[in-house]
């Protein structure tokens, strides 16, 4: 819910968002299995890479979601609120380290 929105911006992808995720559990598995099996450190960080960019896809998708649902077609009164919202999560998804 989107502060008072009857549905989230996302609802009408959740389906495809829920199998990305899954799919994304099933890499990080596959990670902690390389681990296990003591595989070489650069094809376990090339599937961390390959783990990050999936998320930050996701991720990117949701502010999109948020931005065209919540605060273009959101209402009025609550835009400056939900861009200052949006932001924010931009500079936390952008910080890493």
Known sequence: MC???AM???AAEKDELLKRL???EGQVRGVSRMVEEERYCIDVLTQIAAVQAALDKVALGLLD???RHCV???PD???DERTGE???AVGRL???G
Request: proline fraction near 0%.
């Open 8 to 10: 989230v911006g996302y």
């Open 22 to 24: 899954s799919r994304l």
């Open 3 to 5: 502060y008072g929105v």
């Open 65 to 67: 979601d948020h931005a």
């Open 72 to 74: 273009i077609d959101g």
């Open 86 to 88: 949006l932001m924010a």
């Open 94 to 96: 952008t910080r890493r």
């Open 77 to 79: 009164e609550l835009k």
